[in-house]
Each structure stands twice: as C-alpha cells, then as structure tokens.
C-alpha cells in the first residue's frame, strides 16, 4: 500500500494536467514495486480530480485499487 502526502500545482500552472501525470508518474512506479493500494487525503478542491483519476472515496481517505 502507497500514501500520496501532497500533491500541490500553483495556481498558474492548474489546469495543465500537471498532477495528472504526476499521479501516472506515482502509479507506475508503484506497480512496478507491486504495490497493488494507493491512498491519499484530499481537499476540497482536488477531490474532483482524483475521483476523474478512479480513487474512491473512503471516510477519511481516497483509495485507489488495480
């Protein structure tokens, strides 16, 4: 199981889909560990995005399962 702490874009890059290749970036690497469980917190704001990208939302956390 992998935890992403922060992902955080400034306001001028956003939009760009920078944290989206990010988290393909993050997802890959972690798959080719094994690594089958990614969880994260989010805020307000990046809940959308990380929904869009398939993590489910968990009570405290965002889960993402392959």
Known sequence: K???MN???APE???QEIAIHTLDILGKDAKA???LQITLEATYMGRP???RYGFAKMEDE???VW
Request: overall charge neutral; aromatic content about 16%.
């Open 33 to 35: 560990q094994g690594v």
């Open 7 to 9: 992902i955080n874009t």
């Open 2 to 4: 992998a935890y992403i």
């Open 62 to 64: 965002m889960e993402l």
């Open 13 to 15: 890059y956003r939009r």
């Open 49 to 51: 995005l990380y929904e």
